[in-house]
């Protein structure tokens, strides 16, 4: 009964996966930090520009596409560089973008 209730318990753990680092260690670990702010342009745009860019679109997927990929042209001739799972991990890297969406 024991190793029941074990296993039961380490598929919940499994199922809910290991928790996301917050926000700012994400974005401080990653170097986002180095051209992004919260709420005014710095090198690259302001977290809140880009929510209210693309405020009510379903676009996680493309932005982490971007983030990998690089990228210039949507905020200015300055280029962001590729940013590798060796910079940040998917899973943090959703977690940023989603929070950055959300980004009032």
Sequence with gaps: MKSVFIIAALA???AGGAQAAPLDDIIAKSGCVAC?????KLVGPAY????????GQDVTTK???KVRKGGSGVYGPI????NGPDKISDADLKTAVDAILKTP
Aim: net charge positive.
């Design 12 to 14: 919940a753990l499994a």
């Design 36 to 40: 992004h702010t919260k709420d005014k």
């Design 48 to 55: 809140k520009d880009v929510a209210a860019k693309y405020k």
């Design 63 to 65: 932005l982490m596409d």
């Design 79 to 82: 280029p962001m560089p590729p």
